[in-house]
């Protein structure tokens, strides 16, 4: 075995043990999951508000024509 062979088993070893990044890694996922139920919250509202707008100004128009 070759000096350059021991280094990089040492230091592959070190790397799978350390567990340094583990906290950044469940903040990220985290971040994703509450980022990805946002985007769903969002999707499923849209229709709704929208709709809701439309009715509202439709109406606003109707009582603006009927005016004198």
């Known amino acids: 075995m070759t000096m350059f062979t021991r280094i990089c088993k040492v230091r592959a070893a070190g790397f799978v043990r350390d567990e340094s990044g583990a906290v950044t890694v469940d903040w990220v996922v985290l971040t994703a999951a509450i980022c990805g139920m946002g985007v769903m919250l969002f999707m499923s509202l849209t229709p709704a508000v929208f ?3 439309g ?3 439709a109406g606003d128009i109707e009582r603006a024509a ?3």
């Open 51 to 53: 709709e809701h707008a």
């Open 55 to 57: 009715t509202v100004i």
């Open 66 to 68: 009927q005016r004198p």
